[in-house]
């Protein structure tokens, strides 16, 4: 196996016993993104496939493609994939996946992780890989989203995770994802997609031989690993957590948005990218004609710089529909360009940033009309040490 | 290009109108303005009208004002221009007056900001201005978009929320006796910082109210003046400025560019300097927007405005008297029909008949800046005899 690099990503918020939990502002595909974008921009990789897995998709049948390939401002003829389990579903794209693959596997909500590895350039052999399956599903997605729950994770337990652990799990060591294991050392924040990686980060750094026994819902997948990846490792993340996720204002109604408008927005919006005039002005939102010149600007965006400060900052208090109150919106200004954005503040509370702070710019959901997720880009200001 | 005068101007009070629609405000103000002509007018002496309303509610407001008003055969238009819309509307109407289409023209200015329910339709009304691709997802709220520029103020000139604070002391002691004030009571500094937080820096009573109202206007050209009034009040310059939209891409957000290029048009208009005005109504929506103000009226240097309210400058009794009817701040904020009522004000400061009137007051001016700070109007009144 070839693995260069995995990245294992927390969200800033605090849940029950010292968990951590995604904002009102994160869902499986900007999660997924977070990890993904800290892969490309750390290694550079020349990417032919991205491989997004989670049990807890936000928009299967949606857009969720389109918003990751946009936002990691991939070539257009890079393979995207979309696989929708937990663990072991994770634990078979790696083993599936050639040379150039990125893997995400995000786990939003309470609590929630996320984290991708970078498959290298060298042929992936990973020859030995089991599967298990008895226990019929206690938890089963029907017809529409919400999951039907037997209730019994007990019954789990017993009948499905401990006996996929007992069979699957050979002579060698081994990490158990997706399920907590007295057995097994791993400590992984969630129990879906995302614990496989985590499970892949720990093995990675060990020079023996281990298995991953990746399990959900009684059922579950091994794969050896050989001695010697030597992956590496980059913890992602804010090493201390914001508290707990703000409380959206009780105010009724949601703000109009029109999708119409978030479509026409989309390319720019999701993909951050600005139209370079042929005299120099870069414009952001994209424009049909130059303020500077007014030249007609072409529809092709580059690509803007993600670092910044704020050049101004307010702080709102009064409840606003859907959005949590207090909530900070900056002006940021962007390293190296001229180009200035308007941005919620995201991962820290409402009313901790100042003009000057320095920060990144990082993919959100901004707001939801009629539940469509729009997504655009908020200020991740950098963290105090 | 003729003179035009103001010849007539009235108001009803502001406030929150439950009881009234625009079907009752629109026709009110017309009669206020139409009693207030010195030497009267029948209203078929009216030839045209120039609406300003924001938002509509209570139906076709064009044909409210027309029907209602009973002014069935003159042509109406709506003019809407965000906050700019009151001063925008009698741009229009001087426009033909001037142009010598018309002798006489109605400038009204209405709206009801408290037609639907503060706690969730209001957003409704709201967001039907706003870009909902970029800006008000995020929640780019009035207040917001007017803090971010205040905010940045106060970090590069080192001014505090109590400079602020002083211009809502000023402008609510000055409502007190204004009949047509929404907020007619006073404020301490104290009560002003001890309000609670709307947008940082804009605590509560930094901000102006929702109001209803209306307010109109009758001018008329220099041929016709004498048969209403001997003592017009002469529009002597206007300017409508413009300023990026979008927030991201307003070079200077310690300025409101769009009142500065609005200035400069009717100050050249009126062929005056800054140092001129007498007394102004300026559109302190939040009380940091008036101080930026004064600085793009050209009042006072930039960034240095702040420590002019702390000497009081603009008080009654000041330098340059600002909002002595309160202002948006305490009299209220109509969209549509501030700006109108700003005109009204200003008017009796130049007829010598305001409640806080200003002694020999010759030159007045009043002032917009609305959108998302995008539009600017400025308008430039002369008294005929001092």
Same mark, same amino acid.
Not at chain 2, 17 to 21: A, D, N, R
Not at chain 2, 128 to 134: F, H, Q, Y
């Given at each position: 196996v070839n693995i260069d690099a995995i990245v294992t990503h927390i969200p800033a918020w605090e849940g029950p016993r010292s968990t951590r939990v995604s904002g009102r502002d994160e869902d499986a595909v900007t999660l997924g993104v977070e990890v993904a974008r800290a892969l490309l921009d750390r290694f550079k990789p020349t990417v032919q496939r991205v491989v997004f897995v989670t049990n807890?998709?936000?928009?299967a049948g949606g857009d969720s493609g389109p918003v990751i390939m946009t936002a990691l401002r991939l070539e257009s003829d890079v393979a995207f994939e979309q696989r929708l389990g937990g663990a072991p579903a994770a634990l078979e794209a790696l083993a599936d996946a050639g040379p150039g693959t990125i893997i995400v596997a995000a786990d939003p909500g309470a609590p929630a992780s996320a984290a991708g590895a970078l498959i290298g350039p060298a042929p992936t052999a990973i020859d030995l890989r089991r599967h298990y399956g008895s226990l019929p599903a206690i938890v089963q997605r029907m017809g529409d989203s919400s999951p039907r729950d037997f209730g019994d994770p007990r019954l789990l337990r017993e009948r499905g995770t401990a006996k996929a652990v007992g069979w699957l799990a050979g002579a060698l060591p081994f990490v158990v994802a997706g399920a907590r294991s007295a057995d097994s050392q791993l400590v992984a924040?969630?129990?879906?997609?995302a614990s496989t990686l985590f499970a892949l980060a720990t093995v990675a750094t060990q020079e023996s031989p281990a298995t991953i026994v990746a399990v959900e819902n009684g059922q579950g997948v091994a794969v050896d690993l050989p001695a010697g990846l030597s992956a590496e490792v980059v913890v992602h993340g804010r090493a201390k957590t914001s508290g707990p996720v703000p409380p959206v204002a009780a105010s009724a109604g949601e703000i109009p948005i029109s999708l119409a408008a978030y479509g026409r927005a989309f390319p720019s919006k999701v993909g951050f990218g600005g139209q370079r005039c042929t005299c120099g002005v870069v414009a952001y939102p994209p424009?049909?004609?130059?303020?500077?010149?007014?030249a007609r600007l072409p529809d092709a965006l580059e690509p803007l710089p993600l670092d910044g400060e704020l050049y101004s900052v307010t702080t709102v208090h009064v409840p606003v529909p859907?959005?949590?109150?207090?909530y900070s919106l900056g002006v940021v200004a962007l390293d190296g360009s001229d180009v200035r954005v308007l941005a919620h503040v995201t991962d820290v509370p409402g009313g901790v940033t100042r003009i000057g702070d320095r920060g990144r710019l990082v993919l959100r959901k901004v707001a939801e009309r009629a539940g469509i997720p729009d997504y655009g880009y908020a200020f991740a200001p950098e963290e105090m040490t | 290009m003729r003179e035009v005068a103001v010849v007539g101007a009235g108001m009803i009070p502001f406030g929150e !109108?439950?009881? !009234?629609?625009m079907k009752e405000m629109i026709p009110d103000a017309v009669a206020a303005a139409i009693k207030s002509v010195d030497k009267g007018i029948e209203r078929?002496?009216?030839e045209a009208a120039w609406l300003g309303q924001f938002q509509t509610s209570d139906g076709f407001s064009a044909g409210i004002l027309s029907d209602y008003g009973a002014l069935p055969n003159i042509p109406v238009t709506r003019i809407e221009n965000a906050c700019a819309t009151g001063n925008d509307a009698l741009r229009n109407a001087v426009h033909a007056v001037g142009g010598g289409y018309v002798d006489v023209a109605l400038v009204v200015g209405a709206d009801k900001?408290?037609?639907?329910?503060?706690?969730?339709?209001f957003w409704e009304w709201m967001g !039907?201005?706003?870009?909902? $691709?970029?800006d008000f997802p995020v929640g780019l709220v009035s207040p917001a978009s007017f803090a971010l520029h205040v905010a940045r103020y106060l970090h590069e000139t080192?001014?505090?929320r109590e400079h602020l604070a002083r211009v809502a002391v000023k402008n609510h002691a000055n409502a007190v006796?204004?009949?047509?004030?929404h907020f007619r009571f006073a404020v301490t500094l104290q009560q002003v910082l001890d309000a609670?937080? *709307?947008?940082d820096p804009f605590g509560l009573l930094d901000c102006c109210p929702q109001s209803d109202g209306a307010a109109a206007l009758i001018i008329a050209s220099r041929d016709v003046v004498d048969r209403y009034t001997d003592r017009p009040v002469w529009i002597r310059g206007f300017g409508l400025g413009f300023d990026r939209v979008m927030h991201g891409t307003k070079?200077? !957000?310690?300025?409101?560019p769009a009142t500065r290029r609005a200035a400069a048009k009717a100050y050249a208009m009126a062929g005056i300097?800054? $140092?001129? *005005? #007498?007394v102004a109504e300026l559109? #302190?929506?939040?009380?940091g927007v008036e101080i930026l103000s004064y600085e793009d009226l050209g009042f006072f240097e930039p960034l240095t405005a702040w420590k002019k309210v702390e000497i009081g400058a603009?008080?009654? #009794?000041?330098?340059i008297p600002v909002n002595?009817?309160?202002?948006?701040?305490?009299?209220?904020?109509?969209p549509g029909a501030t700006g109108v009522a700003q005109c009204v004000e200003i008017v009796e400061q130049l007829r010598g008949e305001a409640v806080n009137q200003i002694d020999g007051a010759r030159w007045g001016l009043t002032h917009n800046v609305g959108g998302p700070t995008a539009v600017s109007a400025v308008t430039i009144f002369e008294a005929e005899h001092v």
């Open positions: 807890r998709p936000d928009i924040p969630t129990l879906g997609a424009r049909s004609v130059c303020f500077a010149c007014a859907s959005m949590p109150t207090p | !109108l439950f009881h !009234l629609g078929s002496e009216i900001t408290r037609e639907s329910s503060t706690t969730a339709t !039907l201005g706003r870009d909902s $691709a970029w080192g001014a505090t006796s204004n009949p047509y004030a609670p937080m *709307v947008a070079a200077d !957000l310690a300025a409101f300097e800054p $140092a001129d *005005v #007498d559109h #302190d929506c939040f009380t603009t008080q009654l #009794d000041g330098q002595p009817s309160g202002g948006l701040k305490a009299k209220g904020h109509p």
